[in-house]
């Protein structure tokens, strides 16, 4: 059975930094790019990052970048999501998410062109 679980979210202040986990079971994360998304109440899931199989290549938006960075280690079938100076608008559910398209420019921000889910981890940054 395929699991992907989040870990290492929680509340911290404004300015703070989290670094979120995504551990696979089940699953060979090293055969699959990988993404994070985010979910803040009443809005849509968003991507905040993406990961080709190999590493080599990232994707983060505009409104993320310089801040956020994700990573992954396949030898421990993990991925991260490195987060500093937070902001009160990055609280958010986070999610982890894994694909066999290894090609980000190809829908890599579509959350339906993700195969596998984590159950979320909240994120929340006071203000």
């Known amino acids: 059975q395929v699991q992907l679980v989040e870990s290492g979210g929680g509340l911290v202040q404004a300015g703070a930094s989290l670094r979120l986990s995504c551990v696979a079971s089940?699953?060979?994360?090293?055969?699959?790019?990988m993404g994070w998304f985010r979910q803040a109440p009443g809005k849509e899931r968003v991507v905040v990052a993406a990961?080709?199989?190999?590493?080599?290549?990232?994707y983060y938006p505009a409104s993320v970048k310089g801040r956020f960075t994700i990573s992954r280690d396949n030898a421990k079938n993990t991925v991260y999501l490195q987060m500093n100076s937070l902001k009160y608008e990055d609280t958010a559910v986070y999610y982890c998410?894994?694909?066999?398209?290894?090609?980000?420019?190809?829908?890599?921000?579509?959350?339906?062109?993700?195969?596998?889910w984590g159950q979320g981890n909240q994120v929340t940054v006071s203000s």
């Open positions: 089940g699953r060979t994360l090293g055969r699959y790019a």
């Open positions: 998410a894994d694909r066999k398209l290894d090609n980000l420019v190809v829908a890599g921000t579509t959350p339906t062109r993700y195969e596998y």
């Open positions: 990961i080709t199989r190999s590493g080599g290549n990232t």
